[in-house]
């Protein structure tokens, strides 16, 4: 029953239109790319256990496992 006095009011309309401006605004519909100033610890981390060759084979082997667990579920 609200979203049909909303219509009747003129709201759903207006807010449409101010919601359409807004996408059509060329400056904000841009994706801008953001630099990191730091990396995180973290990340320098995953980087290290990314670049051995075992820990890889590891993780994709736990990834699929689990993957196929949930899928035979």
């Known amino acids: ?3 049909a006095n909303l219509f009747k009011e ?3 309309t207006n807010k449409r239109g101010n919601d359409m401006k807004r996408l059509m605004n060329k400056e904000d519909r ?3 790319k953001e630099t990191a100033k730091e ?3 973290k ?3 995953y980087r290290k256990k990314i ?3 075992a820990y890889l084979d590891h993780a994709i082997n736990r990834i699929a496992t689990d993957l ?3 899928l035979t579920k």
């Open 30 to 32: 841009e994706i801008k």
């Open 1 to 3: 029953m609200r979203s």
């Open 51 to 53: 670049s051995d060759e």
């Open 68 to 70: 196929s667990h949930y």
């Open 10 to 12: 003129g709201q759903v």
């Open 39 to 41: 990396v995180s610890q």
């Open 43 to 45: 990340i320098l981390e």
